[in-house]
């Protein structure tokens, strides 16, 4: 919702000025669809407001939903004809967390992912970031509108920016989309139920690090050697594994907080032996041992160029990691069977 907009109008309309955070609270903390909804508000404004202010963004074009019940993905079509993806999941029972994207395609270009093939189209805006986290939290209450469970049971509960897009290369709205979903007025998420994934960009993570020392953070890093690394993700010919060893110690001595290393799985390309003691010895040289783990993502498959580790393979490697010291875990891929895993963002 455009908030400055609402703002103009309900002035222009001479209402008082609680009008606004009533409807705010109304949108962002109670989640009405409709305006018609909200019946504290006299029925001709509800009536003008409906007409004048589209409470989303964009229109869900396509909604797929998981048989398991544990996920959903929603193809959303922009105000300007373009389309993104966004994805609901459930890892565990009264958890629900949003997938969002940031940009329209990505300009990173990496060559395991769907969403790298599009190439860039354009920035999102904050609005446009943030309405992904309205849209399914309007889902969630029609769907338990009757169930027997409580809507605090059924809301969103985390965000992860984890959808289209590399988060750091639109700073300006995703800080903007963060204000919004941490504001108390508005969504007032707690800033540890929010995660930002980047593919590396240091000056963001630095950024970051200061912004919202709260946020999370998780780097996709997927190869401990630079020449790999350089290979599969073009991000790393400008900011390598040095420049990134040195924006994790940098973020380390601001927040003193977790980071999440997300390393997939790929057969026969990062997956033996020697690649876990490569990534043991990355990390070991960042120091703060304690503080980084290692996420394994078996490969979700976007081309038939590469193929994921097998079961056996990521828990060889996961122990691997384990007896040197580092900690580890497989992160169950939710989503595969509606293509809304990682990595299978491709806005179709
Ligand atoms: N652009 C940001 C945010 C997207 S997060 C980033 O890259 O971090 C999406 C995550 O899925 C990233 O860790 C990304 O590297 C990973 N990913 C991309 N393609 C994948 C694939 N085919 N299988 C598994 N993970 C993939
Ligand atoms: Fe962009 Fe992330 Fe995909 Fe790389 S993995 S192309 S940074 S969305």
Request: charge should be neutral.
């Amino acid at each position: 919702m455009n908030i400055e907009k609402l703002e103009a109008f309900l002035i222009q309309k001479d209402q008082p000025k609680f009008r606004l955070g009533q409807i705010l609270r109304a949108v962002y903390q109670e989640g009405m669809a409709e305006f018609a909804e909200i019946t504290s508000l006299p029925k001709n404004l509800r009536d003008e407001l409906n007409e004048k202010l589209p409470i989303l963004s964009f229109v869900a074009e396509k909604i797929l939903e998981a048989k398991n019940g544990q996920s959903a993905k929603a193809l959303l079509k922009l105000a300007d004809g373009s389309h993104i993806e966004t994805v609901l999941i459930s890892p565990k029972p009264e958890m629900w967390s949003v997938c969002v994207s940031t940009q329209v395609g990505c300009p990173m270009g990496c060559r395991f992912c769907a969403t790298g093939k599009l190439g860039l189209k354009r920035n999102l805006t904050a609005e446009e970031i943030v309405d992904q986290v309205l849209f399914w939290k309007q889902w969630l209450k029609k769907k338990f509108r009757n169930s027997e469970l409580e809507i605090r049971n059924h809301d969103v509960s985390n965000i992860v920016y984890m959808g289209m897009g590399e988060p750091f290369l639109n700073w300006d709205n995703v800080s903007e989309s963060l204000k919004i979903l941490i504001d108390k007025n508005l969504f007032g998420f707690g800033s540890r139920a929010i995660s930002v994934s980047t593919s590396g960009v240091t000056e963001g993570i630095e950024k970051m690090a200061r912004e919202f020392p709260q946020v999370n953070l998780a780097i996709s890093l997927h190869f401990a050697d630079d020449a790999k690394r350089s290979e599969f993700m073009p991000v790393n010919k400008k900011d390598n594994l040095e420049s990134l060893r040195q924006a994790l110690k940098k973020y380390f001595q601001i927040t003193n907080r977790q980071v999440f290393l997300e390393y997939i799985m790929l057969a026969g390309i990062n997956d033996s032996a020697e690649d876990a003691r490569k990534l043991a010895g990355y990390i070991r040289s960042i120091e703060k041992l304690q503080l980084l783990h290692v996420n394994l993502i078996r490969y979700n498959v976007t081309s038939d160029e590469l193929q994921p580790s097998s079961r056996e393979k990521t828990e060889h490697f996961k122990n691997m990691l384990s007896e040197m010291g580092i900690s580890a875990t497989i992160r169950k891929s939710l989503g595969e069977e509606i293509q809304g895993a990682c990595g299978q963002l491709a806005g179709k």
